[in-house]
């Protein structure tokens, strides 16, 4: 398996907090992405990575923010957390951004927001 | 905008039945396709991928897929399953140049009864 660790695995929430979920990965890949997966709509992209402090957003960015500081760590923050971001969020990497080549997950963070 | 429909939600068979899952996406231009499986509790594994050449694609598992550029098509297949192949299984698109998104299908959860 791909060296990926997200942290934490399970969090638990109020609403209006802030959240930070971590990714890191030990493979020195490029481009790191964001999804979260939610029964019925499969993985929808967050935000990803396409280098240090290069970042761009995905399908569903709102009430999302991302940092990356270093080629081995993605931050997904969520500003002030809501209910309806209760989900499973996956941190993926690639070694290409051409679109040939897979990505490999991390095991996810399931965040439940009460 | 590329997407990627799944048309099975649930599947259910019997051990050693066939199986045929449906995906279909929309993008006009050159892509690369994936089918991914994730079991229970566990992270997204790639199943196999098509980037050129011949478009039947064998992964791992016994797992296969077709891509049909004229229908827009790459159904998975596996001639006998089994109890352990119960999973939720994605197919996700990519297309040159774009960073290495993926995007994903809803899902096909399958059932496999012993």
């Known amino acids: 398996d791909a060296g990926i660790t997200q942290s934490p695995r399970h969090k638990v929430t109020e609403t209006g907090t802030p959240v930070t979920l971590r990714c890191h990965q030990t493979?020195?890949?490029?481009?790191m992405y964001w999804y979260r997966q939610d029964p019925g709509h499969g993985l929808r992209l967050i935000h990803y990575?396409?280098?240090?402090?290069?970042?761009d957003k995905g399908e569903v960015s709102d009430g999302y923010s991302v940092s990356r500081s270093k080629t081995e760590d993605f931050l997904l923050t969520l500003e002030s957390a809501t209910s309806s971001q209760t989900s499973v969020y996956f941190c993926?990497?690639?070694?290409?951004?051409?679109?040939?080549?897979?990505?490999?997950f991390g095991n996810g963070t399931r965040l439940t927001v009460t | 905008a590329q997407s990627v429909s799944q048309h099975n939600h649930h599947v259910i068979l019997s051990e050693a039945a066939s199986l045929e899952l449906g995906c279909n996406y929309s993008?006009?231009?050159?892509?690369?396709l994936f089918w991914y499986v994730q079991y229970p509790g566990q992270h997204l594994q790639l199943l196999l991928k098509?980037?050129?050449?011949?478009?039947l694609v064998k992964g791992i598992k016994g797992f296969e897929a077709e891509f049909i550029k004229s229908k827009f098509s790459f159904n998975l297949r596996k001639p006998s399953v089994q109890w352990s192949d119960t999973a939720e299984y994605f197919c996700?698109?990519?297309?040159?140049?774009?960073?290495?998104?993926?995007?994903f299908g809803q899902g096909t959860e399958l059932s496999v009864k012993p």
């Open positions: 993926a990497i690639s070694g290409s951004g051409q679109g040939n080549s897979p990505l490999h």
């Open positions: 493979e020195n890949h490029r481009y």
């Open positions: 990575s396409y280098g240090v402090k290069d970042t």
């Open positions: 993008y006009g231009g050159t892509v690369n």
């Open positions: 098509y980037f050129s050449g011949d478009p």
């Open positions: 996700a698109v990519s297309s040159f140049n774009q960073g290495g998104k993926l995007i």
